[in-house]
């Protein structure tokens, strides 16, 4: 059976692949096929989850195992077969490329096809630019600045706490007074 998954981000609109690949293949073999999709360097940790239907992270797949204490299971890519964590069309997954930063792909698998075997996996259709592998620090706190800034705005805060009341001349006082203690 050959599993079909399509991969979107949601820092780039016009981005979508397409990856068709063996149901038994390996989620190492999935990700290498998403990595030479995108011309990402396979050289950073990364993980899969499986996500339920609003994208609530559930189960991970890592490239290496961390050293978990955990109780529990531990999923490596390269000894789990797809179908050992995936049946159902529909399913939702994530693929965290930048541990860093916490980008990822969104990924669904959207068809499987009875009757059919791929030795390799292939990247049936490609739509847009990726985003970069790795964002540079300054842009990601800039990016967070704007989240938070935004955040702010939709709750309806203008300004930070004490911005609007600050005195130079309070605080001043204060230590005056806390001196003649």
Known sequence: MVYKFKLVSDEVSNFSREIEIDSNSTFLQLRNAILDSVGYSKDDIDSFYLCDDEW??????????????????????????????????????????????????????????????????????????APKQFMDMDEFEDKIDQTLLKQSEDLGFDELYGDSQFNEDEIESGYDDINNY
Do not use: H
Request: hydrophobic content about 35%; charged content about 35%; aromatic content about 8%.
């Open 56 to 129: 609530q992270r559930e189960e991970e797949i890592t490239l290496e195992d961390m050293g978990s204490s955990s109780d529990q299971d531990i999923w490596l890519m390269e000894e789990t077969p797809l179908n050992e964590l995936i049946e159902d069309e529909g399913q939702k997954l994530v693929f965290v490329f930048d541990y860093m930063t916490e980008r990822s792909f969104f990924m669904e698998m959207k068809e499987a096809i009875p009757g059919r075997n791929l030795t390799d996996p292939i990247c049936t259709m490609k739509r847009g630019t």
